[in-house]
Every structure is written in structure tokens, then in C-alpha cells.
């Protein structure tokens, strides 16, 4: 013989594996009739449709102030046997059907299989996990505090939960060049695009892949052979790539010791100064380079390392001549323990030397 808990349970189980419009429908209803029932045994303050809705929803879900409660013998009967297992059963299983779809979205979430291509815009994307340069790689982003906000999505190949939750996005692919992967990473709306596959040929195909898409974003790849990067930057002149340096970071560390603790720091966010980037206003006149040295040093204790006309720096020029002369929307590369933003650097000043 079925229990009352074994047939409540089976009708929750019901009701969750309703549709939401069936659902709701259903608990408007029960809403609906409740009054009435209300209404026609003259249960006229439990009947205010300014209370009504206040006295049902507290009912339903069982947290029962005592503030209001029906009068007279044919309301408590009403209250008793239709108000209170209907809207306690259909409370519960409204709730349920909510707490389902958080836990699909989260667990979704955690197994990259979410489609974020209406969620986001402006963001930057990594394609390629290596569990500990990846890790490293988003603790370096984070690192910079003063970077422009931007969500950060990773896409990766390997079976795995979403590595960081709490800073990132995560998209699971089979392939990091498909179709369904660039789309469900909005990747035709993102701004910095890391490219870092399990080899050159897979970081060649997928950076082919996202040119083909006509992304604005800046596509930056890593590359272990040469050839692939200049092969990439034939088909690609706006892709950035770097190429492992490793043989000649040993060779600059045997004939100048410590070398290879500077190149380390340069481009560490979370310790020393690092090597960032900033654009020159459009409306900036221009100065020297010897005049950009002083300032920066000066009053931001920065240093100056040179200049680019290019987002790309195809056209980096490193510790430029002192009568070299910075021009507006040139991208200055130095040295600080922080970011520095456009608006903290007093243009005027530099203009007039």
C-alpha cells in the first residue's frame, strides 16, 4: 500500500517533469480556486484580493506567521484540505523545477558546455589548456589590476571541469578550430584572442580558423617552430606571434648572469615591475623621447622602453634616439610596478617639455 509521503513524493516527481508553462498554469489555478473557495465560505479578510496573494504564498511555503488564518468552520475546512496540500505541493515543486535548472546551468558550466556567444563581448579568449602555463597565464591576467575588465573564457580539448570558476568561463570542445567551439566562445566578438594548442600544428590550424571568422580581436599564438609563426603571419599579418626563446634565453644567461631573472619580471604582473603598453591621445601634439623618459620617471616612476605605431609592434622601435619625436595614437612600451592609465599622465606637461 502507498504511503502519503510515497504519493506526495510521486506527485512532486510529476509536477517537475511538467513543462514551466504547464507548471505555472497550474499554480494559478490553485491560486484562483483558493480565493474563491475563500470568497464563497465568507472568509472576507483571508478574501481581500490586498491579502489574499500575502496569506497563499505564506502557506505555501510553510513559513505560517499566524498573522492571518481563516474564521469560521467551512474556511478552516478550505484552508485545511485544498489551500494549504495544493499550494504546499506546488510551492515545493516550483522551487524544485528552479533549483533543477540552477544545477544544470552550474554543472553546464562546469563541463564547457554552455553557449556564451549572447553573453559576452569585448572579453578575452584562451584556446589551449596546459594545466600549469594555463594556470599561470590567468593568474598573470588577474594580476594586473588596473587592465581594462574583461571576462576571460578558456576552451579547451581535454575532459575536464572548469579549472577556475570563480575568474573564468569554460567552453569543452573536441576541437579547438570548429565551428561550434569559435561560436559558443563568441569569438567574433572578443577583443585578445591567446592561442596556445597542444602543438604548432593545431595552434597554426586554429589560428587560421579564427582569421576565417573576420575577428577584430588581437590574436596572439605560440609557437615553438619559427617557420609555423612566420608561416601564420604570411596568411595573418595582424597576428601576433611568439616563438618559444628558450635556447636564446640560455645563451644571454651564460654571457650576461641574470638575464634571465630580468626577462622574468618583465613580464610578471604579481611581483616587481612589468612591462606594459599605453596608447598616446589622439589630440597629444607630441614631445621627445628624451622628454617622455624624464616625465615617466619623474612623476610615475616608470620607465620608458620605446615606441610602436602599430597595435601590433611590427614597428617596435626599443630605446629610440633622445631626439626621437612621439607622436599622437603611438603605443609607448615601459616599466612600472603598475599599470598606468591614459588619463593619469598629465599630456599637457609632456607637450611642453
Known amino acids: 500500500m502507498i504511503s502519503v509521503s510515497q504519493y506526495i513524493l510521486h506527485i512532486n516527481r510529476y509536477l517537475l517533469r511538467l513543462q514551466w508553462s504547464v507548471l505555472i498554469l497550474i499554480l494559478l489555478m490553485h491560486f484562483s480556486a483558493s480565493w474563491l473557495l475563500l470568497a464563497l465560505v465568507n472568509e472576507r479578510a483571508l478574501a481581500d484580493p490586498q491579502l489574499f496573494y ?8 510553510t513559513v505560517g506567521y499566524g498573522d492571518l488564518s481563516p474564521e469560521t468552520g467551512a474556511g478552516r475546512f478550505v ?37 556564451l556567444s549572447n553573453q559576452l563581448h569585448d572579453h578575452m579568449v584562451i584556446m589551449g589548456w596546459h594545466k600549469e602555463a594555463t594556470s599561470r597565464m590567468i593568474d598573470l591576467i588577474f594580476g594586473d589590476l588596473k587592465r581594462t575588465p574583461r571576462d ?5 580539448t581535454q575532459t575536464m571541469d572548469n579549472p577556475d570558476p570563480q575568474r573564468i568561463h569554460f567552453i569543452r570542445t573536441d576541437n579547438l578550430a570548429s565551428a561550434d567551439a569559435c561560436h559558443r566562445a563568441a569569438v567574433t566578438k572578443a577583443e585578445r584572442i591567446i592561442i596556445n594548442g597542444q602543438n604548432d600544428d593545431n595552434t597554426l590550424t586554429t589560428a ?33 606571434c611568439h616563438i618559444s626563446t628558450t635556447t636564446e634565453m640560455l645563451v644571454r644567461s651564460a654571457q650576461d648572469p641574470g638575464s634571465s631573472r630580468i626577462q622574468g619580471q618583465l613580464l610578471d604582473t604579481l611581483t616587481g615591475p612589468t612591462q606594459f603598453s599605453l596608447q598616446v591621445p589622439k589630440e597629444f601634439s607630441g614631445c621627445l623621447f628624451s622628454t617622455l623618459i624624464n616625465q615617466f620617471k619623474n612623476y610615475h616612476d616608470a620607465l620608458a622602453l620605446g615606441v610602436a605605431g602599430s597595435i601590433h609592434g611590427d614597428d617596435l622601435l626599443l630605446n629610440p634616439p633622445a631626439d626621437y619625436e612621439v607622436k599622437s595614437e603611438q603605443l609607448i612600451y615601459y616599466m612600472a610596478t603598475q599599470r598606468l592609465l591614459a588619463v593619469e599622465i598629465d599630456w599637457q606637461r609632456l607637450q611642453a617639455g
Open 152 to 156: 576571460v573564457v578558456l576552451v579547451a
Open 54 to 61: 500575502y496569506f497563499y504564498v505564506v502557506t505555501a511555503s
Open 208 to 240: 587560421l580558423n579564427l582569421v576565417a571568422t573576420q575577428t577584430k580581436a588581437h590574436i596572439v599564438c605560440h609557437f615553438h617552430n619559427r617557420s609555423m609563426a612566420l608561416l601564420l603571419q604570411a596568411h595573418a599579418p595582424r597576428a601576433e
Open 79 to 115: 484552508v485545511s484540505f485544498f489551500v494549504i496540500p495544493g499550494g504546499i505541493t506546488l510551492f515545493a515543486a516550483l522551487i524544485g523545477k528552479i533549483t533543477t535548472v540552477l544545477i544544470n546551468i552550474w554543472r553546464q558550466s562546469m563541463k564547457g558546455q554552455l553557449d
